[in-house]
């Protein structure tokens, strides 16, 4: 970029073209020059800052990596004061309304849209890799009856790495190809498996005739029939759902994929840490909640009352909100073209009638708008799910089957990126330093008091 001076209208000052930052250590009067890099700065040029020559030298402090970019990604990208989401660069709108589940899980692993060849092999791939061990089945049926979906998934997918030794070779490019494969074809078996095992049924074996969404439907719901014939439109809705899900960035349990695969364990394992990450309320939990304030506004005429306990910060509108998205969710507004659709088929659910009525007042209301707060991809999903048949339980199960063709673009991306470290964050440590041990008949009996607060590390004995 030409070194000339220039004003910025927008920063109203002036300044130069050049794209580093100039930093003056007030605490030594020392200046320096750091480069930015596509709009960010390496925290590591902060090291060199130092008071002393023994100072360890200045590190970010970002608890929450609120404002730090933990990786250069091209999977997916999200504009949140537009309302912008895209797969490759491909608008999430054109994706749902064109392509399907496996042709997307296609495209985010593999950067590019396949062909029609390419496609026909992926899903034969898919489909011809959806049964899993027999040793599986029982390592299910190991779990109570009433065990969390959640925590069977998260078990049996950390599991398949036993069955699959060779996947911890992660440089060899077949491996990596087949461990994807095996996880996307499998993960809605473990998930079917561990919803009958709740209900007691039979587990129902995957069906090769049917589409990626309706094998699934088969596994879940079958009973007698020979042959399971899911409904299209419920097959394409749960399409449609899977699209919206299958990526969303540095979420929270990427994150925890990438971090728990940057020690380059197999990627089952990863895989499992990121099951892990979204079995937490404040991710993957959110369309219960939305359920639950649905049934406790209970009519319209309450609405009025409940808007303004949320002003008053009594509680919460679920599913409204977003860290990133101030704007409409994209992906709210193609599932709520759905639910209509969806109900079509299992008859309309009077809580729809609730949904849209509470949005629509909200977003008429200051209190709303000042804030940014539109619904988010949570407040139709859990409708379509409930209309599924499904209980509450299985909707962040719903959730981690798309997201899993996510997760493993996003770890092949991760392995295959030559700044990949294992990923060791820095702490400000905050404890006692260089105490002389004390023999345990020297040692004051302290006692923490019931709030934790100013705790002690020390084991009342008379407790024991
Ligand atoms: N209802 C009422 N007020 C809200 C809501 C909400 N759902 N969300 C945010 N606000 C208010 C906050 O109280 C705050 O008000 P203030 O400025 O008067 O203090 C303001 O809006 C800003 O909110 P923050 O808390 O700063 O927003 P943040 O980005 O931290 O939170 C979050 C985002 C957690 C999603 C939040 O909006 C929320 O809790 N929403 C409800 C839960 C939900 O639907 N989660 C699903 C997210 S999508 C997903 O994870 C797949």
Known sequence: MAEEQRHREDGGGVATAKETLSVTDNRTGESYEV???DG???AMAFRQMKV????????????????TASCRSSVCFIDGEAGVLEYRGYPIEQLCEQSNYLEVAYLLIYGELPTRDQLDEWVFEITHHTYVHENIKKFVEGFRYDAHPMGMLLATVGALSTFYPAANRIDDPEERHMAGVRMIAKVPTLAAFAYRHNLGLPYVYPDNDLSYPGNFLSMMFKMTEVKYQPDPRLERALDVLWILHADHEQN????????VGSSRVDPYSAVAAGVAALYGPLHGGANEAVLRMLDRIESADNIPAFLEGVKKKDEKLMGFGHRVYKNYDPRARIIKKHVDEVFEVTGRNPKLDIAVELEKRALDDDYFVERKLYPNVDFYSGLIYEALGLPTDMFTVMFAIPRTSGWIAQWLEMVQDTETK???PRQIYT?????DFQPIEERE???DPP???AATSTIDPTKR
């Open 35 to 37: 480069e930015v890099d």
């Open 40 to 42: 960010t700065v390496r």
């Open 52 to 67: 002393s020559d023994d100072d360890f030298g200045l590190m970010a402090y970002d608890p929450a990596f609120t404002n």
């Open 252 to 259: 929270c349990s990427t994150n925890a994929v990438r971090g």
């Open 422 to 424: 294992i990923a060791r």
């Open 431 to 435: 404890g006692e330093r260089e105490r």
């Open 445 to 447: 009996q302290r006692v």
């Open 451 to 453: 709030t934790g607060e």
